[in-house]
């Protein structure tokens, strides 16, 4: 009997653990190459792994609900000779605290998972059940170690250990990988051990392993056990989603210098072109909205303003401009707050920004947003507006140089061509890194995309 055994990788760039969700295979079942054994659960997203070799399931090491780092044995598989005695699943402890039975089943009413911008699914959202973690036995040395390189596969190990992206940033920093003294999982070589050989002398910033999400969002639902009897306290742990936002807000928060400006104007204009497109036959079968309209004159505005558009290389003490806008949009999901981002946003068309924004909307909804559509995010909108909240003061993404919060769309007494009347108003609040953005292009930008929002003929002209 040959055993291999398959370790907990790292499915998203510096990721450290990962909360296994659910097995799909038992002792004693056949697996194959590229068979998808469990579902995990980072600080970014929700993933499946597939298993990389054929054979039995020798031995599931660790239950459902167990955080595991990253190089750790979560499988062993059973790749030649007789094929071991089915064993019984390993069986997740008890919680500390019973939970009620409909908090283990359903998500409560009055909290739905909302993609911002978009508001409420239709559907009431079902939660799966978690365990409380456990600690388990050390496993033992792995027979054949495995890792997972940057395209997404498993491949044997080599040497110096990198992944692409790493290798790129080695490439263009001018660093011998050979000389790298790696600090990650099973001797990977992470960006930071790049930058330090780069620059030796200059710490970097701590990594973020998760987009930042705004302090004004609608709470995040959690996981927790359901205080019995007369409790006065319920402690929650502090694990994925939730631990990588915290991070990346105190990260972000007390690296970058923020300033956040506000604009109020008057909207009616685009509300009665979000009502003229939805009538429009060739746009039909889309999702029109205010969001994808904003969405727009964001784009505009970045074109007319890019040095926006832009990020601070602390490390290499440069401003980088980016040439293409991945634009991001926070969503509000029972995991937490997350921001996938529509690559090349710049390059779509209206009708392809709408079905961009629509996959979106139904991915992020089913909790299958990957890792990768959270990475490279180069500008970010979050809609505090579906809250009822009239304004908020972002705080930046990780590696962006501003955030657009958009507020609640009310009526309200405006004057319009000398006289007040009920016109549809909101109020935008740029948050902005003052390292690389003054006054005057913040100023400018956020104008600009009012001015757009309030004659969105200037689509037309300034597109």
Known sequence: MT??????????????????????????????DGQVVCEVETAKAAVELP???????????????TTVDVGQVIISVNVGGDAP???????????????????????????????????????????????????SAAAPAAVVP????????????????????????AKDLGVDLTVVVPTGPDGIITREDVHRAAAPVTEPAPAVAAPAPTPVQAPVAVTAPVAAGDARETR?????????????????????????????????????????????????????????????????????NPEINAAWDEAAQEIVLKHYVNLGIAAAT???????????????????LSRSLSELVATAREGKTTPAAMQGG?????????????????????????ILAVGAIKLQPWVHKGK????????????????????????????????VLEQPKRLMTWA
Do not use: C
């Not at 993609?115 to 978690?130: E, I, M």
């Not at 429009?280 to 969001?291: C, E, H, S, T």
């Not at 909101?426 to 292009?441: I, N, Q, Y």
């Open 236 to 304: 929650v742990p502090i694990k994925g989603v939730r631990k990588a936002t915290a991070a990346a807000m105190v990260g972000s928060a007390f690296t970058a210098p923020h300033v956040t400006e506000f604009v109020t104007f008057d909207i009616t204009r685009t509300m009665k072109l979000v009502e003229e497109l939805k009538s429009d036959k060739d746009l039909a079968g889309l999702r029109i909205n205010p969001l994808l309209i904003i969405a727009k004159a964001v784009l505009v505005a970045v074109r007319r």
């Open 146 to 169: 495995e890792q997972l390189n940057g395209h997404g596969s498993v491949t044997a190990a080599a040497k110096p250990l990198a992944k692409p992206p790493v290798r790129k940033l």
């Open 85 to 135: 005695a089915a064993a019984p699943a390993p069986a997740a402890p008890a919680p500390v605290t019973a939970p009620a039975p409909e908090a283990e089943a359903e998500e409560p009413q009055g909290r739905q998972p909302v993609l911002v911008g978009y508001g409420v699914a239709a559907t009431s959202t079902r939660r799966r059940a978690r365990k409380a973690p456990a600690g």
């Open 3 to 32: 055993i291999r055994e398959f370790k907990m990788p790292d499915v998203g760039e510096g990721l450290t653990e990962a909360e296994i969700l659910k097995w799909y295979v038992q002792p004693g079942d056949t697996v194959t």
């Open 378 to 402: 180069t500008f970010t909108i979050t809609n505090v507006g579906v809250f009822g909240v009239d304004t908020g003061t972002p705080i930046l993404n990780p590696g962006e140089s501003a």
């Open 51 to 65: 298993i990389p070799f054929d054979g039995t399931v020798h031995e599931l090491v660790f239950p459902e609900g």
């Open 420 to 451: 007040v009347k009920p016109r549809q108003v909101t109020t935008l609040a740029l948050s902005f890194d003052h390292r690389l953005v003054d006054g005057e292009l913040g100023s400018k930008f956020l104008a600009d995309v009012a001015a």
């Open 334 to 352: 029972p995991r937490g707050l997350i921001v996938p981002n529509i690559k090349d946003a710049h390059a779509q068309t209206l009708p392809e």
